[in-house]
T-cell receptor, first 114, second 113 residues
Framework: DGGITQSPKYLFRKEGQNVTLSCEQN?????MYWYRQDPGQGLRLIYY???????QKGDIAEGYSVSREKKESFPLTVTSAQKNPTAFYLC?????????????FGPGTRLTVL | AQSVTQLDSQVPVFEEAPVELRCNYS??????LFWYVQYPNQGLQLLLK??????LVKGINGFEAEFNKSQTSFHLRKPSVHISDTAEYFC???????????FGSGTRLSIRP
C-alpha cells in the first residue's frame, strides 16, 4: 500500500528538549510539507520541500528545522526555541509542487510539552 | 494575499437531513479551491477540488461544491448526511502557480440520530 507514515502518533517532551518527528512516503512524490494544527484554527505551513536537498520556510518556521536528504523522508525537528510547541503536526506530500496537484496527508503526530 | 473564511465553526444536523458548509475566499488573482475532511485524530483527505470548467464539482462520499466567482464562495453540500460524515471540514485556496495552500479554520459537522 502506498501512503504517508508519521511516527510516533503521540509524543511527550519536556520543556527545553529538542524532538524530531518522522515523516516517510512511498508515493514517489517530489514535494513534501509540514503543517501545524491548533484547535479552532486551520493548518499553518511550517516548511515545505519541492525536491531533495532543498526546502523553504513556510508561514511559521521559527523554532523548527527540517532536512530532505532522501526523497521519501522529511523529518521535522521541534527545537527548544519554539515557544508553544504543543500541537498536532501533519505531514503531506504531492507529486510535484504544482498548484493543481493534490496533497496527501499522513495520520499526524500529537506533540505535548510537559 | 489569499484568505479563506469558513463562516460556521460548528454545524449540527439530523441524520438524513441536507447540509451546507459555507466557505468564502478573497484573492486578487485566480485560484484553485479545495475541500478536505478530517476524521478524529487523523490526517486530512481530499473531498473535491475546483480547478476549472464546470462550477459544480462532485466529490467523494456524495459531497458536491459550487464555485461562485461573483460571490467568491465555494460552499460544500450534501443532500442527505450519515452518522459517518461526522468530521471536521476544511476549505482551502491555492493561487495558480503557487506551492502553498491556505486553509480555513474548519467547520465541525456533528450528526444527530
Amino acid at each position: 500500500d502506498g501512503g504517508i507514515t508519521q511516527s510516533p502518533k503521540y509524543l511527550f517532551r519536556k520543556e527545553g528538549q529538542n524532538v524530531t518527528l518522522s515523516c516517510e512516503q512511498n508515493l514517489n512524490h517530489d514535494a513534501m510539507y509540514w503543517y501545524r494544527q491548533d484547535p479552532g484554527q486551520g493548518l499553518r505551513l511550517i516548511y515545505y520541500s519541492q525536491i531533495v536537498n532543498d526546502f523553504q520556510k513556510g508561514d511559521i518556521a521559527e523554532g523548527y528545522s527540517v532536512s530532505r536528504e532522501k526523497k521519501e523522508s522529511f523529518p521535522l525537528t521541534v527545537t527548544s526555541a519554539q515557544k508553544n510547541p504543543t500541537a498536532f503536526y501533519l505531514c503531506a506530500s504531492s507529486e510535484t509542487s504544482g498548484s493543481t496537484d493534490t496533497q496527501y496527508f499522513g495520520p499526524g503526530t500529537r506533540l505535548t510539552v510537559l | 494575499a489569499q484568505s479563506v473564511t469558513q463562516l460556521d465553526s460548528q454545524v449540527p444536523v439530523f441524520e438524513e437531513a441536507p447540509v451546507e458548509l459555507r466557505c468564502n475566499y478573497s484573492s486578487s488573482v485566480s485560484v484553485y479551491l479545495f475541500w478536505y475532511v478530517q476524521y478524529p485524530n487523523q490526517g486530512l483527505q481530499l473531498l473535491l477540488k475546483y480547478l476549472s470548467g464546470s462550477t459544480l464539482v462532485k466529490g467523494i462520499n456524495g459531497f458536491e461544491a459550487e464555485f461562485n466567482k461573483s460571490q467568491t464562495s465555494f460552499h460544500l453540500r450534501k443532500p442527505s448526511v450519515h452518522i459517518s460524515d461526522t468530521a471536521e471540514y476544511f476549505c482551502a485556496v491555492r493561487r495558480i502557480s503557487a506551492s502553498k495552500i491556505i486553509f480555513g479554520s474548519g467547520t465541525r459537522l456533528s450528526i444527530r440520530p
